[in-house]
């Protein structure tokens, strides 16, 4: 399977960490581009940060001071933590898979999570 | 940060239409921009890569270009699957900044 499939809690209150993480069944967590994106309700896109292979990490200056991208090879997961929450931060959080084969590229998105900030 | 600035908003059109849709990048981005696809309630989709290469299974009525800092995803003959948001990405330079998002809506 190619899609990754992601998880973790959907509603937390101000102040607290988000963390979710995000899984390939039947696959590897190495060797690729990992990505996670947001997407407040009803509203555009917002980049949060990159894992190359090489686990260097890229991440938005406009959260950089609060997230964390990890990985697990032995259980197969990437993971965020984002720390301090506040309801700006409420939004659906996509991790994104990505890779190149014989001149081809792919990209594959997780099902999205919603992450509700609420006191 | 590279500023992508997509027009139009929203958009109208009709089954069978030829419709497209710019994105414009505040500074060079070469071709690394990305076109997406997004339906209510659904993950974002890739359809073109590296400006205007068709991702695998897309339809070929879907095409990119690129002209210097303009970027353009054009659909011919529109289907009724194909009402749905669009957004634009680069990925030249961090931070990865999307386009505000074209939603385009069935005449």
């Known amino acids: 399977q190619v899609q990754p499939q992601q998880w973790g809690a959907g509603l937390l209150k101000p102040s607290e960490t988000v963390s979710l993480t995000c899984t390939v069944y039947?696959?590897?967590?190495?060797?690729?581009?990992w990505n996670w994106v947001r997407q407040p309700p009803g509203k555009g896109l917002e980049w949060i940060g990159e894992?190359?292979?090489?686990?260097?990490?890229s991440y938005n200056p406009s959260l950089r001071s609060r997230v964390t991208f990890s990985v697990d090879t032995s259980n197969n997961q990437f993971s965020l933590n984002l720390r301090s929450v506040t309801a700006a931060d409420t939004a659906v959080y996509y991790c994104?898979?990505?890779?190149?084969?014989?001149?081809?590229?792919?990209?594959?998105w997780g099902q999205g999570t919603l992450v509700t900030v609420s006191s | 940060d590279i500023q992508m600035t997509q027009s139009p908003s929203s958009l109208s059109a009709s089954v069978g239409d030829r419709v497209t849709i710019t994105c414009r990048a505040s500074?060079?981005?070469?071709?690394?921009l990305n076109w997406y696809q997004q339906r209510p309630g659904k993950a974002p989709k890739r359809l073109i890569y590296?400006?205007?290469s068709l991702q695998s299974g897309v339809p070929s009525r879907f095409s990119g270009s690129a002209s210097g800092t303009e970027f353009t995803l054009t659909i011919t003959s529109l289907q009724p699957e194909d009402f749905a948001t669009y957004f634009c990405?680069?990925?030249?330079?961090?931070?990865?900044?999307f386009g505000q998002g074209t939603k385009l809506e069935i005449k």
């Open positions: 994104t898979r990505d890779h190149c084969n014989d001149n081809k590229c792919y990209n594959y």
């Open positions: 500074q060079g981005v070469r071709n690394d």
């Open positions: 039947g696959g590897s967590v190495s060797g690729y581009y």
């Open positions: 990405l680069q990925y030249n330079s961090y931070p990865y900044t």
């Open positions: 894992m190359n292979p090489g686990r260097s990490t």
């Open positions: 590296a400006a205007s």
